[in-house]
């Protein structure tokens, strides 16, 4: 079974950093382009950051300068760094995998949530 399984999510205060990992199973992790995503209560779901297999990464232009995302080729990880967070970051964040070589699919982990409040 495909699974990813997200963590590193929490209450953090604005300016502080905080870091998400995606430990996924189940797929031949170097043929996908991982991504993250979050939703805020009442918005629609925004694509954060996505990094492919070789390390090619694009960022939302919200969070561009203050996360950055990597992957463990190793291990099967993809993380993001959340740097200076603000209170709009606050969402459910969701680890995304999209296959790239061969047929095309995707999965997705349950979410976690970060919460940026004083």
């Known amino acids: 079974q495909v699974q990813l399984a997200e963590s590193g999510g929490g209450l953090v205060q604005p300016g502080e950093s905080m870091r998400l990992s995606c430990k996924t199973s189940g797929i031949i992790f170097n043929i996908y382009q991982m991504g993250w995503y979050r939703q805020a209560p009442g918005k629609d779901l925004e694509l954060v950051a996505h990094?492919?297999?070789?390390?090619?990464?694009h960022y939302a232009d919200s969070v561009k300068g203050r996360f950055a995302i990597s992957r463990d080729n190793a291990i099967n990880v993809v993380y993001l760094q959340l740097n200076s967070l603000k209170a709009e970051d606050t969402a459910v964040y969701y680890c995304?995998?999209?296959?790239?070589?061969?047929?095309?699919?995707?999965?997705w982990g349950q979410g976690t949530q970060v919460t940026v409040s004083s």
């Open positions: 995304n995998a999209d296959r790239v070589i061969g047929e095309r699919n995707q999965y």
């Open positions: 990094i492919s297999p070789t390390g090619s990464t």
